[in-house]
């Protein structure tokens, strides 16, 4: 069973940054697929992005181009960069380990999350 603990969520101005760290028990880390999905109040959890061990990546629409998702697998730890956040990027984040299924990301563990405000 592998733990995953996410990190850097806070309260942010419209305009601004954040980067989300999320660090993994085990050391087989390198061989999954991680990514982050969010859930906004009264909304469905949908995924952000994520980010398979060969380097494919998955991005949702809305935010394309203002976020980023790395890995460092020396460190077991996946990040996202959010540039230009937007009232409508607040949410819990949580950070997943899975695989890709023809294309598809579909995880498989749960972080706790990390609250994300974007408010001025």
């Known amino acids: 069973q592998v733990q995953l603990v996410e990190s850097g969520g806070g309260l942010v101005q419209p305009g601004g940054s954040l980067r989300l760290s999320c660090v993994a028990s085990?050391?087989?880390?390198?061989?999954?697929?991680m990514g982050w999905y969010r859930q906004a109040p009264g909304k469905q959890r949908e995924l952000v992005a994520a980010k398979s061990s060969d380097g494919t990546t998955t991005y949702a629409n809305s935010v394309k181009g203002r976020f980023t998702i790395s890995r460092d697998n020396a460190k077991n730890t996946v990040y996202l960069q959010m540039n230009s956040l937007k009232p409508e990027d607040t949410a819990v984040y949580y950070c997943?380990?899975?695989?890709?299924?023809?294309?598809?990301?579909?995880?498989?563990?749960w972080g706790q999350g990390t609250q994300v405000i974007v408010s001025s």
């Open positions: 997943t380990r899975g695989d890709y299924y023809s294309g598809t990301y579909s995880p498989n563990s």
């Open positions: 085990r050391s087989i880390f390198e061989i999954y697929a």
